[in-house]
Structures are given as structure tokens and as C-alpha cells.
């Protein structure tokens, strides 16, 4: 399976900031050393272009996110400071996304080893989200003629309130969000099918949950690509989460949806989303849960199987 990893690209952030940059580089790290992907299997993230950016947000934002020109508020609300190498590492999260959907139109499944920023809207970011991934990779996919209708699984604990914006009006793309009712965002932007869970749901019942949303939605999309927005967040173990989801039933759930996948006969792309864990570690363990399963589910379909066109 191949993977796109950035963690070369790192976000400056002050002393005690809560958001867990080192992550990105102790997964790249551990994939290998784990045996669940080789070093030619791991690919530099590429940076996505402003023509790519603009095909889902607007140029007054891309241009101010690249010429430095935010409001305070804006950065108050995105979470981070700005730099350039905020921006380099924004477009290469992004690239790795449309590179991971291309690899897994052909190969059945690809992944990126960063991505998942669903809370960027068309005309602003927010929770530490710039540019969305999943949205940007779509539309690039759609202009090149590889993808007509998609679908997008957010099991993320915290609502994809920007991908269902910017996939509103769209009749081609179905979103899927599984997340905490009593979290952020407090205001939800509704997706084609939504899931709020209360605190503390756990294994049994979120999987049970998580099964019958995902049958409504593969039913809905019928689609030629998915992207999974997997999210480590909803374990037990994290600080943001208020989910109680057990490592075992965190890879009980990357199974259901790459089951679901399977079915459908959907190639993948598989993004990382959050993860906040009180133990950086465990947040790396769901991680590599995720990609130890993408990497069984390519193993089982084989490089080009299950290629679909529109």
C-alpha cells in the first residue's frame, strides 16, 4: 500500500500548545518499524497547488493564508499561528490527500499519514484545519475526469462540519459524520447522514451505530471513491474526545468501514484526522490500527482489482 507522509514539514507551535505535532513523526517512524508499510512504499507528501486549493476555496482566503494576511481573529479561530511554514505544511496535507486518492483509484487503497482537516469551510479555517483535504482531493478528482460520485466517512470525534459545507449542494457526494453530540464544533453543519453519540458511548454501541450509518450512506453514494476520515480521537485514553471507544473497538470499526468499502467495491483514501490522547503514543497505536488495516484490505483486494470509473 502506498502512503504520502509531510511530518518533514513541521508546523511551528509555541511552548504547551495542545495540538500533538510530534505524532506525525513517531508514526512515520513506527509504520516502518512495525513492519506495516516498507520505506519504498512511503512517498513524500506533495504540495498542493493554488489552482488546486481554488477549485473548493475562495481566493480572498488562499491568498491571505499564503501572503500572511490574517486577521487575529482568523488565527484565534484556525488555532494556529501563522508562518510559512505553516502554509508549506497546509498545502502538503493537502497534496498528500489528492495524491493518496489518485494512488487509490488505481491500487484499491492508499493512504495519507497526516489529513483529515474537516473543519476548513470555503472561506475560512478552524480548528486547527487551513485547507480541506478530503474536499480539495474530490474536486481535483472530479476535474480530471477519475471520479463522479464519491463518499466521505468521518468517524473524526468531532462533527466534519466543513466538508458537509462545502458538499451542500452537491448531489455527487454524500458525507457521512459519526461524532460527539457535546463537542466541537457546537455548531453542527448537517451532513447527509449524521450520527451524534452522547459521552462516554462505548465499543458495542457505537459499533452497532457506526454499522447502520454506514450502510445508509454507502446505499446513498453508490461511490467510486470513498475517503475515510478515520480520527484516533474517539478513544478512551483522549484528552478531547469524551467518547469511550477501546483500542480493540477502534479497529473493530477501521474493519466495518473497510468492509463497507469492500462491498461496494469502493476504492479508498485513508486520512488520519485527529487524535489527542493524554499518552501521545496510544493516539499513535489507533493510528497504525488504521493503516495495519488499509495495508490487510490492499493485501486482500490486490494493486487494481476493484478500479471503478464514472
Known sequence: MIAFSSHRFVLPLPAGHRFPMEKYARLGERVLSEGILTAGDVREAPAATDDELLLVHNRDWVERVRDGGLEPAEIRRLGFPWSPEMVERSRRSVGA???????????????????????????HGEGYCVFNDAAVALRVLQREGLVTRALVVDLDVHQGNGTAAIFADDPHVVTLSVHGARNFPFRKVPSDVDLALPDATGDEEYLSLVAGALDRAFDAADPELTIYVSGADPHENDRLGRLALTRDGLTRRDELVFRACERARSPVAVTMAGGYGRDIDTTVDVHLGTLRAAAELHRRWGAGRISRGP
Open 97 to 123: 490527500t489528492i495524491a493518496a486518492a489518485r494512488v487509490a483509484r488505481t491500487e484499491g487503497v492508499a493512504a495519507n499519514l497526516a489529513g483529515g482537516t474537516h473543519h476548513a469551510f470555503a472561506d
